[in-house]
């Protein structure tokens, strides 16, 4: 597998008075080529339209290899590479994410046990009447 993630900026729509409705949000968008033998294509076809998942043309392949997809119509006896869908380089913006305090690790080190929350009175069972 090659998995490759980008980010975009979606600007929201603009009204006919050319001012925009909403805010500007972060789009994420994660890659997967998938790479194996010939005889397993029809089956993670299979498991994947199963699932709802559709193959698409792969973006940025590292390798240079027979491309098939189950989920495309194939012209005839034609091999296609991998190759052929090489992007040009384009600017890529890469935004650095810091990890951010341990919470959970915090309350342990100070050894306070949380307080029990009283049970919600939609919620009932047959042990307590």
């Known amino acids: 597998m090659q998995m490759h993630c980008h980010t975009s900026l979606e600007l929201p729509p603009q009204s006919s008075a050319k001012r925009q409705i909403g805010k500007a949000s972060r789009v ?11 005889s397993l294509e029809d ?3 299979q498991y994947l339209s199963k699932n709802r998942i559709y193959l698409q043309d792969p973006v940025d392949c590292e390798r240079n290899v027979i491309y098939r997809n189950p989920h495309m119509i194939s012209k005839g006896g034609e091999i296609v590479m991998t190759d052929i869908f090489k992007t040009p380089p384009t600017s890529i913006e890469i935004e650095r994410l810091s990890v951010g305090p341990d919470l959970l690790a915090q309350l342990m080190a100070e050894q306070t046990p949380l307080p029990e929350m009283e049970s919600p ?3 009932t069972t047959t042990l307590f009447r």
């Open 43 to 45: 089956v993670i076809g």
């Open 121 to 123: 009175t939609t919620v």
């Open 28 to 38: 994420w968008n994660l890659n997967v080529i998938i790479y194996g033998i010939i």
